[in-house]
C-alpha cells in the first residue's frame, strides 16, 4: 500500500505559477512511476505529466514548456512546477501511483487560475 497527499493548491492569476507536492509514504519501494493527473467537472481525468523510477519524464501536449514534473527520492516526493498558468488549467490535480498492475491515487488538491 502506498499513501499519497497532495498539496499546494490555489488560486493563482494568468500568468502566475503554482508548485504542486505529492508526499509518498508506506511501501513506496513498490513504485515504478508516478504522475499528475487533472480533472474538470464534466470530463474525463486527463494526464498531465508522469515520471518514472529512471527519471524518464512526459508531458502533455498542452503543458509542454509550461509545466515541470520533478522528484526529491530523499524525501519521498514529487513536484508538478507550474508557470504560465492559464485559465484553462483550471483543475483539480491528482497525483497517482503506479504498482505494477495497481496504482494509489491522492485525494486532489484545486487549482484555480483566475482574474
Known amino acids: 500500500q502506498v499513501q499519497l497527499a497532495e498539496s499546494g493548491g490555489g488560486l493563482v492569476q494568468p500568468g502566475g505559477s503554482l508548485r504542486l507536492s505529492c508526499a509518498t509514504s508506506g511501501s513506496i519501494f513498490s513504485i515504478s512511476a508516478m504522475a499528475w493527473y487533472r480533472q474538470t467537472p464534466g470530463k474525463e481525468r486527463e494526464l498531465v505529466a508522469a515520471?518514472?523510477?529512471?527519471?524518464?519524464?512526459n508531458y502533455a501536449d498542452s503543458v509542454k514548456g509550461r509545466f515541470t514534473i520533478s522528484r526529491d527520492v530523499a524525501n519521498s516526493t514529487v513536484y508538478l512546477q507550474m508557470n504560465s498558468l492559464k485559465p484553462e488549467d483550471t483543475a483539480v490535480y491528482y497525483c497517482?501511483?503506479?504498482?505494477?498492475?495497481?496504482?494509489?491515487w491522492g485525494q486532489g488538491t484545486q487549482v484555480t487560475v483566475s482574474s
Open positions: 497517482k501511483a503506479n504498482l505494477g498492475l495497481l496504482s494509489s
Open positions: 515520471i518514472t523510477r529512471g527519471g524518464s519524464t
